[in-house]
Each structure stands twice: as structure tokens, then as C-alpha cells.
């Protein structure tokens, strides 16, 4: 593993995206090229602290905490629906380059949904990074009444988040899920992915109501549909140790669906990252 540069500084902005207070966090010179980037589940725009400082040329590196997560407002429903992403990323998109195609990275879900928006919109994309936004396992339409009722169930009682007692112990917490995580990018991470509370506690920036298991299954056809449409080349890049395999299935069945998957898009280049999990960008930002 390398060692941790100087940070680069940054900007924080909010602007109304859909009604939504949303937290925008800026890197890099106004004037010099837009990268956007799109963070994970349960993860913030300062996720990609690490990555900026590594760059190695001039960018205005863009990036929102999604709805609900970090310092943008929550919606204000009971339960998240993913089409939502989209419409933010688009609305975001037109706020900041309303007519000149964009560069687009992402990781994890957020990588699921700028994929998605890749082939939903491809005249607004000119490059795309994936990291690790796979998709979920594929599922079958006998699923949907099981799929509904556990909605239901999960709707009668809210789910919640655990608390912390102090900021120590969320980058403890960082560094228990990813053994990589140098304990200085931990301590930054801690007071971007958690805020002491009134009752002395750390408590995540996260809804709760995100846990909450979607109604609508994933329909991989659809999904794969749109990344046909992508014009924009994509350079997909996995890591060498992930953990995707807990939700995707059997490593070699998934390994054979992901590859399945990646065949539909017309201009894709792989990577693999070497001594990476699933949080590469934390691990391997060179």
C-alpha cells in the first residue's frame, strides 16, 4: 500500500436538487475539466478524498452526498426508491453542465447508477468509470409477492442505526469492515460519515429508512438493456480482493453473470485492482 499524500482541499456548496437540500462537495479549479463522482450506499462525497489528492493532472472534481446520506437532506417519505438517483444525478448534471457531455465515476451504487444513466442518457456522458457497481443478483418474478410483503413488514417498523460514543470509535468501526483502511484516512472519514448529537453520541449520517428493502425487484434484462445503450467508453474496474461475492452468489456463478453483463456494453475496457476490497478507492486511490 502506498503512503497517503497531502490533502487537497475543498468547498462545500448546497444547492435545491428536487426539492432537496443537497450537499455538494467541489475539488480542484473551477475552469479546469468536470469529473462527477457518485459515492456508495451508506457512504459520503468525501469518500473520494483519497482519489483526488492522487490525480495527476488539473480537475474540478464534483461531488454530492446522494439523498438521505451525509449532509443532504432526507426525503421525506418512509422509504427510498433507486429512479430517484437518477433523477438527482440528472438534475445535478444539468445544474452544473447543462449542455456539455460529462465525466462520470462511480463506486458501488453509485456506479450502479451512473451506469444506468450511461445508457438512459447517452448524448449527456463522454467517459464513464465504474467501481465495482455490479449490479445486484438477478431475480425472478415468483419473487415479487415475498419481495412486497417483506416491504410491508419492514415499513411497520422503521429501521434505526447504531450510535457511537465517540469519533474514535466510528473510525474504529471504518477500519474493522475494511482491514486496509490506514488509520489517518479512518479519522478523516469518521467526521464526514458521522456528527456527535446532543446526547454526546455519534451518529451516522445515513437514514435508516435506506436499509429498508425495496419493493420492485431487480430486473437485470432492463438493466443490461440500458448499458447496450452507452456510448460513452467505460473503464470497469474491480478489486482483486472483493467481498461482492456475500450478495452476488457463488464466486464462479457470479463471475460468469458479471461477465455476462459487461458483454452488453459496446466500448468497455477492465481493470483489475491488486491488493483492493471492495472500498478500492480507499485502499489503492494510485
Request: aromatic share 10%.
Amino acid at each position: 500500500m502506498k503512503p497517503t499524500l497531502a490533502m487537497k482541499s475543498h468547498r462545500s456548496e448546497f444547492i435545491n436538487l428536487r426539492g432537496l437540500r443537497t450537499h455538494v462537495m467541489h475539488w480542484g479549479a473551477e475552469d479546469a475539466p468536470k469529473i462527477f463522482m457518485q459515492h456508495g450506499w451508506m457512504d459520503v462525497a468525501a469518500s473520494f478524498q483519497f482519489v483526488v489528492d492522487c490525480l495527476q493532472q488539473d480537475w474540478h472534481v464534483i461531488a454530492h452526498d446522494w439523498r438521505g446520506f451525509g449532509l443532504t437532506a432526507r426525503a421525506s417519505a418512509d422509504c427510498y426508491w433507486f429512479a430517484d438517483y437518477l433523477g438527482d444525478l440528472d438534475a445535478l448534471l444539468a445544474h452544473y453542465s447543462p449542455n456539455a457531455p460529462v465525466n462520470l465515476l462511480g463506486h458501488s451504487m453509485g456506479g450502479n447508477v451512473a451506469t444506468l444513466y450511461a445508457g438512459v442518457r447517452p448524448e449527456r456522458v463522454a467517459k464513464l468509470v465504474n467501481l465495482e457497481g455490479f449490479g445486484l443478483p438477478a431475480t425472478q418474478p415468483e419473487q415479487a409477492p415475498e419481495r412486497y410483503a417483506t416491504w410491508l413488514n419492514e415499513l411497520r417498523v422503521p429501521p434505526t442505526m447504531k450510535s457511537y460514543a465517540s469519533k474514535q470509535a466510528v473510525a474504529q468501526r471504518l477500519m474493522k469492515t475494511n482491514p486496509r483502511l490506514l488509520p489517518e484516512r479512518a479519522d478523516y472519514l469518521a467526521q464526514h460519515w458521522a456528527a456527535p448529537d446532543t446526547d454526546g453520541q455519534w451518529h451516522i449520517l445515513g437514514d435508516p429508512a435506506h436499509k429498508i428493502t425495496s419493493a420492485m425487484l431487480y430486473r437485470v434484462d432492463e438493466a443490461m438493456a440500458c448499458w447496450a445503450k452507452i456510448q460513452a467508453p467505460v473503464l470497469w474496474m474491480e478489486a482483486s480482493d472483493t467481498d461482492i461475492w456475500r450478495w452476488m452468489g457463488p464466486k464462479d456463478t457470479a463471475r460468469c453473470e458479471i461477465d455476462r453483463r459487461l458483454q452488453v456494453i459496446p466500448n468497455c475496457k477492465q481493470a483489475m485492482i491488486e491488493d483492493a476490497g471492495h472500498m478500492l478507492h480507499h485502499d489503492q486511490p494510485l
